[in-house]
């Protein structure tokens, strides 16, 4: 489900994002935003980094609870896949490598597709997105395809394309065997992830997992995510913009059936990327007790030994 209609307003938002990766917003302007919707808890769950944690800290000042945290790209059954990583250890730097060297084989793809572009005869330099997008942030795939054609402004290969029809535009140019097809970079085992996570002192929850589990009854659900709750999954992003009522009925009672925590997270990365999630906290359905989601999650975290902590 591509984004389900967000009306409901809850105190705790688990799944947020700032320009230190695909959002629109500095970790203050998300500060700002959380405040003025009257969260009590919230988590910025860049992708692949955790550089925003301290900003947003500092810009919150104290006025609502900050769950340490990021989202790990990941593969799962031959699909990328997402693990949010709440508690982990942000100064951690086996972690910090790890989930580096995600990040920096992503952006090196963007990298590699802006070379194609121009090869392809299109003025689009990388010069160009680092002075448009950042040097080291992977932003919203969007934004590379705006740039694409701003660059191919007057090619009539690109005339027909608008930001309204990017998915056409990627179908005809980036699809494999088309002329922006770039192999992308190998990502790792979603196991590895969460070993990644535990031996960070952090709490692994599947995010937005319908895609998984759309038309399986109770018991094969249970049948393909238990081996991840074996290898250390916590839980399941059950209420979230990308679900539907009844998605996320579904998938309270999956948690139920395997003892995993279900957690409520809108997926904001500002006004305009995802219009179907406005703003921090609307969800198209809640959690009974958002507040509680914490405490079952915090009760989740590993016991680290000093020598695991780094210390």
């Not at 997402?82 to 963007?110: M, N, S, T």
Request: some cysteine; hydrophobic content about 40%.
């Amino acid at each position: 489900m591509r984004g389900a209609s967000a009306t409901l307003a809850t105190p705790v938002d688990l799944h947020l994002h700032t320009r230190h990766s695909d959002g629109d917003e500095t970790p203050a302007e998300l500060a700002r935003r959380c405040i003025d919707a009257g969260l009590r808890v919230a988590a910025v769950t860049d992708h692949n980094t955790v550089a925003g944690i301290s900003a947003f800290e500092q810009a919150v000042g104290g006025r609502l609870t900050v769950v340490p945290a990021c989202e790990v790209t990941a593969t799962w059954r031959g699909e990328e896949t997402h693990c949010l990583a709440y508690f982990v250890d942000p100064h951690d730097l086996r972690f910090q490598k790890r989930i580096g060297g995600v990040h920096d084989a992503e952006l090196a793809w963007w990298r590699t597709w802006t070379d194609r572009a121009q090869a392809t005869g299109v003025p689009l330099t990388w010069d160009d997105v680092v002075l448009r997008l950042g040097g080291h942030r992977v932003a919203y795939v969007g934004d590379y395809l705006a740039l694409l054609l701003e660059a191919a402004h007057g090619d009539p290969r690109f005339a027909e394309y608008t930001t309204e029809t990017y998915d056409e535009l990627v179908a005809d140019w980036c699809r494999p065997g088309r002329p922006l097809h770039v192999e992308h970079p190998e990502k790792p085992d979603v196991v590895d992830v969460l070993s990644w996570i535990e031996e960070a002192g952090g709490v692994a929850v599947l995010a937005h997992p319908s895609q998984f589990v759309t038309g399986l009854n109770g018991s094969e659900c249970v049948a393909l995510l238990e081996p991840l709750r074996e290898a250390g999954l916590a839980g399941l992003e059950v209420w979230t913009s990308w679900h539907t009522p009844a998605d996320s009925g579904h998938l309270a009672d999956v948690c139920d059936l395997l003892g995993l925590v279900a957690t409520a997270g809108s997926d904001y990365h500002g006004v305009r990327v995802k219009p179907w999630a406005p703003l921090p906290g609307l969800l198209p359905a809640l959690p009974a007790d958002p507040l509680a989601v914490i405490d079952a999650l915090h009760d989740r975290r590993p016991v680290r030994t000093s020598t695991e902590a780094g210390l």
